[in-house]
């Protein structure tokens, strides 16, 4: 009876923290869409303002009673969830069957953008480390630190793409092809990064295993896509979404992906980039794919992880320390001089145009939701000092609210960027 009345008490709360959430990011992300700003802008925003920031300093009671322990660890394995299924959306709405016209800038782009951002902030960690230290090794911060800035917001850039109609240009799939693979190293050194903090070394046999297990499965799931998926006929309800049975199968699919990408090391929600890879090349699937769960992920699943990391962001852990505040700028400099630097000239390199070697550059340096989920990691870990973690959030939100203004500004039209592709479904309604 007791555990019974616990259960009941867990649910009341879990399901007040729900309706604070969803509600709460609803409402900023739609004011933050009025100026521009994708939604996920406003959604982090909302949870600082819930957080210790702002709520926690004037109702630090509440705040306490409604995240407990276990309320906390559901609504994170929630989000988990939720950035799953957005990888699988994200996956969908690129076109990989024209992977070959962006595929040797791609890589330029993505090696650059790992390995310059690494290194210059590694170097930026130590100076970082004797400002705000933490329990943890200062080697253990550093390659914590360096992994959270190099990182690209595969997500978060589909999200900027799709918001405007640039996806289906050479722009447009050469940076998500990029930042595809620029999270797949990312996701592989994070597994180094944690297996050396938690053990004190890094296993390179594991490292290469996982490498070479996630390019199998990539190229397993390419291989559907292309001769298998695109040759179905695919059954819809009349509301334009899956029918139960193929919805169902659709999932077991894909959380069974992400189940293998995260026994090889690269976490589970690249798993639901590999199916939406696969579901690509069938623009029916996909549409049908959007109208089944796109608003569930949209509207529950994403708040939850935006607005559960902005609780954990403390404005007030800089305090009055003129050295902390400086060495915010100093962060969000080497972040995207690093970043944005780096991956717009090894673009150039690669025979781009600079307009467009520029906006993949823009593009790369939108870390919002990758780096978040580097910066709870290491912050779960024990690895990342409150100052810390509060401005890998500041780098990692101002790096994606100046995205979309600089790119709607080089691009107002979709048709005017290069390699520009109209849709099979936009020709036949014209």
Not at 317 to 346: E, H, Q
Request: aromatic residues 8%; charged residues 10%.
């Amino acid at each position: 009876m007791d555990s019974y009345l616990a259960l009941e008490h867990t649910l009341l709360l879990l399901c007040a923290d729900l309706a604070v959430i969803v509600g709460s990011a609803r409402v900023f992300g739609w004011l933050f869409g009025k100026v521009g700003q994708p939604p996920v802008v406003g959604e982090i925003l909302a949870g600082v303002i819930l957080g210790p920031s702002v709520a926690g300093r004037f109702y630090p009671g509440a705040m306490k009673t409604m995240l407990t322990p276990a309320t906390s660890s559901v609504l994170a394995a929630m989000a988990q969830v939720g950035l799953v299924l957005l990888m699988l959306l994200i996956g969908l709405e690129f076109p990989f069957d024209r992977l070959g016209e962006a595929a040797r800038a791609s890589v330029f782009v993505a090696v650059a953008g790992i390995a310059v951002p690494f290194a210059a902030s590694y170097a930026l960690a130590g100076y970082l480390y004797r400002l705000s230290p933490v329990a943890a090794p200062e080697l253990a911060f550093r390659l914590f630190f360096a992994t959270a800035v190099s990182i690209t917001a595969i997500p978060i850039m589909g999200r900027i793409l799709m918001h405007t109609r640039l996806t289906r240009t050479r722009m447009g799939l050469t940076s998500i092809t990029a930042a595809a693979i620029d999270d797949v190293l990312g996701w592989i050194l994070l597994g180094g990064v944690v297996a050396m903090t938690t053990h004190g070394r890094a296993d390179a046999r594991s490292l290469v295993l996982s490498l070479a297990g996630v390019a199998v499965l990539g190229t397993a799931f390419w291989a559907l896509g292309r001769f298998g998926l695109s040759r179905l006929t695919i059954r819809r309800t009349p509301a334009g979404g899956l029918p139960p049975a193929e919805l169902a199968a659709l999932l077991v699919v894909v959380f069974a992906a992400a189940t293998a990408t995260n026994a090889l090391g690269v976490f589970s929600i690249f798993g639901g980039f590999l199916c939406g890879i696969a579901g690509s090349f069938h623009r029916g699937l996909a549409e049908a794919i959007r109208n089944s769960i796109g608003d569930l992920v949209a509207v529950l699943f994403l708040p939850i992880f935006f607005v559960f990391s902005g609780l954990r962001t403390d404005i007030g852990s800089l305090g009055a320390t003129a050295a902390l505040w400086i060495a915010l700028v100093l962060v969000i400099g080497v972040a995207c001089a690093s970043k944005f630097g780096s991956t717009a000239l090894a673009a150039r390199a690669s025979g781009l145009p600079w307009k467009e070697s520029l906006s993949i550059g823009l593009l790369m340096n939108t870390r919002a939701l990758m780096a978040l989920v580097v910066i709870n990691i290491g912050a779960d870990m024990g690895v990342i000092s409150p100052a810390a973690f509060f401005w890998l959030v500041a780098m990692a939100l101002f790096t994606t609210v100046i995205t979309t203004p600089i790119l709607t500004r080089l691009y107002p039209s979709p048709e005017a960027a290069v390699g520009f592709e109209i849709p099979p479904e936009s020709r036949r309604a014209r």
